[in-house]
Each structure stands twice: as structure tokens, then as C-alpha cells.
């Protein structure tokens, strides 16, 4: 009896694996679809200086336009990218796409500092070989600043094989395109190695930057990582600034950037194009 129950389980068990396998092979294929039948959208959101509330760029932020399920969050379908390499071609073509957008709105609307766009690399993608060459083509294809191009790694990317990524990394940093560390302070230990990256920002991660409103202790958090940052002399962007609370103890503190729901949330270009034609008057900096 013990004997035959635990065959039954087995069996509920494969079926249950075999159930889930099937959708993620869907999920996989229609995904696939997805990039060669034009689904995946950019959508951007402003980041702005905090000194004077003006918008210095924008982080490309993709979303799948679903013919059913509407307009898909990278939450929902990036890590499966991930798993099955779809990341490689799907970050391509948003690179692709984000510095084709960032030309046309450098020239639309001309500033001291050319309007910078921030892109997502996943690790699969910058461990790609083709990485470097595909930088190169893009930059002379959408003819943008090389400085006006970010990409954004992550801490655990440049903590999986430090000596190839600091290599990798100078690849790039010599083509005079930027790097940020996203998410920063989520990660493990790569305050030991930060100097040893060409880094030029990092981005303060939102759970830290929501200490700041809730009062937790941890707020101090942001203001240790803005100060590392100004000791290194990198650029700090705050991300997930959702009241005037955070974005005026963030202008004390002096990090340079800020990104948020505060000031915008990820828009799709139409919007920003309204935006940027009515700015900087749109954000005025946060009083005191
Ligand atoms: P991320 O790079 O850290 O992007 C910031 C995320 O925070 C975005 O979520 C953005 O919508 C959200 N956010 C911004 N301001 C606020 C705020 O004030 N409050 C709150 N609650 N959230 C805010 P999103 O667009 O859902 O993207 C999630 C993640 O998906 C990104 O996190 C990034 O890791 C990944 N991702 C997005 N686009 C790409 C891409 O093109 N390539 C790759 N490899 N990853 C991407
Ligand atoms: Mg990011
Ligand atoms: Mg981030
Ligand atoms: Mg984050």
C-alpha cells in the first residue's frame, strides 16, 4: 500500500511538472512570437536632477503588448527570457529601439547635456560575445553621443565572474558609453570591488529609498550610499521616488538623481514627447 501511494504521488507529481513545463513552453513560444511579430514596447521613465527638477534622461522600460492579456510587465515575462536565451535577441532589439528614440529626441529637443538613455542588460546578454559589436552598431546606426548611452548591470552580474566582467566592462567604458550599477545595496559584497569596476553610477535601490518616508532607521542607508558614491565620484540615481518627503531629503543629502513615481511613472513615447515639450516647468524643484 505504502508502495502503490507513493507511485500515485509520483505520478500526480509528473503530471503536475508536465503541466507546468507545457506552459512554460507556451509561454516560451508565444514570447518568441512576440519579438518577431512586433509585441515588445519600450516605455520610458523620466529621471530628473534633483538641484533643479529638470529631466536629464530616461530608463527604458520593456512591456509586452499581449493581443489578449494587454500590456504584460517585464516581471511577467523577463525571467523566462532569461531561462531560454529569448534575453539575448529581445535585449538586442531594445537597445536597438532605445537608441533610435534617443536620437530622435536629443535632436527635438536640444540641451547643454544631451538627453541620456538608460537600457537594462541582463546578465546572459552581457556575458553575449556579440555585446560589444552590437554596442558599436548601434551607437554608429542612431549616430547618439556614446556618453549618452547607459546601460544597467546588476551587483550579482558583476559579482558571477568579476575578472571577465571588469574586462567586458572596459570594452565598453572605453567606447565613452556609461555603466550604472542597478538595484545597488540589494546585492552581496560588491563594496569590496566597486572600485575596481569602471563604474560610473549607481542606482540606489527603491527599498531603501521607501525607508525614507516610513521613517525606519534604514533610511540612512540612502544617505551612506549617496556619500559612497560622491567618495568614488560616480553620479547617484534614487530609484522608486514616490513623495516629495523622499525627493526633498534626497536634494538635502545632495544624490544628484531621481526617479519615481513622484516625478513620472514609465511612459510611452507619445507621452514623453508631451512631456518634454512642456519641461522643465513640469517639475519643479521640491521647496526648502
Ligand atoms: P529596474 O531596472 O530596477 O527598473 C525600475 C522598476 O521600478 C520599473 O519596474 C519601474 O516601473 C519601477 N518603478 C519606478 N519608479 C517607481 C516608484 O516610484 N514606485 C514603484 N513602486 N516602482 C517604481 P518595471 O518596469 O516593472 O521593470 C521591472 C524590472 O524588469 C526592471 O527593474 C528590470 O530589472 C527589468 N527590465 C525592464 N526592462 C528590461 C529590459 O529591457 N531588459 C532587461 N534585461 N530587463 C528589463
Ligand atoms: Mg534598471
Ligand atoms: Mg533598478
Ligand atoms: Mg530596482
Same mark, same amino acid.
Given at each position: 500500500r505504502?508502495k502503490?501511494?507513493?507511485?500515485?504521488?509520483?505520478?500526480?507529481?509528473?503530471?503536475?511538472l508536465?503541466?507546468?513545463?507545457?506552459a512554460?513552453?507556451?509561454?516560451?513560444a508565444e514570447?518568441r512570437?512576440a519579438?518577431e511579430?512586433?509585441?515588445?514596447r519600450?516605455h520610458?521613465q523620466?529621471?530628473?536632477?534633483?538641484?533643479?527638477?529638470?529631466?536629464?534622461?530616461f530608463?527604458?522600460l520593456?512591456?509586452?503588448?499581449?493581443?489578449e492579456?494587454?500590456?504584460?510587465?517585464?516581471?511577467?515575462?523577463?525571467?523566462?527570457?532569461?531561462?531560454?536565451?529569448?534575453?539575448?535577441p529581445?535585449?538586442r532589439?531594445?537597445?536597438?529601439?532605445?537608441?533610435?528614440?534617443?536620437?530622435?529626441?536629443?535632436?527635438?529637443?536640444?540641451?547643454?547635456?544631451?538627453?541620456?538613455?538608460?537600457?537594462?542588460?541582463?546578465?546572459?546578454?552581457?556575458?553575449?560575445?556579440?555585446?560589444?559589436?552590437? @554596442? /558599436?552598431?548601434v551607437?554608429?546606426?542612431s549616430?547618439? $553621443?556614446p556618453?549618452s548611452?547607459?546601460?544597467?548591470?546588476?551587483? &550579482?552580474? !558583476?559579482?558571477e565572474?568579476?575578472?571577465r566582467?571588469?574586462?567586458?566592462?572596459?570594452?565598453?567604458?572605453?567606447?565613452?558609453?556609461?555603466?550604472?550599477?542597478?538595484?545597488f545595496?540589494t546585492?552581496?559584497?560588491?563594496l569590496?570591488?566597486?572600485?575596481?569596476?569602471?563604474?560610473?553610477?549607481?542606482?540606489?535601490?527603491?527599498?531603501? @529609498? /521607501?525607508?525614507?518616508?516610513?521613517?525606519?532607521?534604514? $533610511?540612512a542607508i540612502?544617505?551612506?550610499i549617496?556619500?559612497?558614491? &560622491?567618495i !568614488?565620484?560616480?553620479?547617484?540615481?534614487?530609484?522608486g521616488v514616490?513623495t516629495?518627503?523622499?525627493?526633498?531629503?534626497?536634494?538635502?543629502?545632495r544624490?544628484?538623481?531621481?526617479?519615481?513615481?513622484?516625478?513620472?511613472?514609465?511612459?510611452?513615447?507619445e507621452?514623453?514627447?508631451?512631456?518634454?515639450?512642456?519641461?522643465?516647468?513640469?517639475?519643479?524643484?521640491?521647496?526648502?
Amino acid at each position: 500500500r505504502a508502495k502503490s501511494g507513493g507511485r500515485a504521488r509520483i505520478d500526480l507529481f509528473d503530471a503536475n511538472l508536465r503541466r507546468q513545463a507545457m506552459a512554460v513552453m507556451r509561454t516560451e513560444a508565444e514570447l518568441r512570437a512576440a519579438l518577431e511579430q512586433g509585441q515588445l514596447r519600450l516605455h520610458y521613465q523620466p529621471i530628473v536632477t534633483l538641484e533643479d527638477g529638470a529631466v536629464a534622461g530616461f530608463e527604458a522600460l520593456m512591456r509586452w503588448e499581449h493581443p489578449e492579456r494587454g500590456l504584460v510587465p517585464p516581471g511577467d515575462f523577463i525571467p523566462l527570457a532569461e531561462e531560454s536565451g529569448l534575453i539575448v535577441p529581445m535585449g538586442r532589439w531594445a537597445l536597438r529601439e532605445a537608441a533610435r528614440q534617443a536620437a530622435c529626441w536629443q535632436a527635438r529637443f536640444p540641451r547643454p547635456q544631451p538627453l541620456f538613455i538608460s537600457v537594462n542588460v541582463s546578465s546572459r546578454q552581457f556575458r553575449d560575445d556579440d555585446l560589444v559589436g552590437l @554596442v /558599436r552598431e548601434v551607437l554608429a546606426e542612431s549616430g547618439i $553621443a556614446p556618453s549618452s548611452l547607459k546601460l544597467e548591470l546588476t551587483e &550579482s552580474l !558583476l559579482m558571477e565572474d568579476p575578472d571577465r566582467c571588469r574586462e567586458r566592462m572596459m570594452e565598453i567604458r572605453a567606447m565613452d558609453v556609461r555603466l550604472s550599477i542597478d538595484d545597488f545595496g540589494t546585492g552581496y559584497s560588491s563594496l569590496a570591488y566597486l572600485h575596481r569596476f569602471p563604474v560610473d553610477t549607481l542606482k540606489i535601490d527603491r527599498s531603501f @529609498v /521607501r525607508a525614507i518616508s516610513s521613517g525606519e532607521s534604514n $533610511a540612512a542607508i540612502v544617505q551612506v550610499i549617496a556619500t559612497l558614491a &560622491s567618495i !568614488l565620484q560616480l553620479d547617484a540615481v534614487a530609484e522608486g521616488v514616490e513623495t516629495a518627503e523622499e525627493a526633498g531629503f534626497l536634494q538635502d543629502i545632495r544624490c544628484k538623481y531621481a526617479q519615481g513615481f513622484h516625478f513620472a511613472r514609465p511612459t510611452p513615447p507619445e507621452g514623453i514627447e508631451r512631456l518634454l515639450a512642456e519641461c522643465p516647468a513640469r517639475y519643479a524643484a521640491p521647496a526648502g
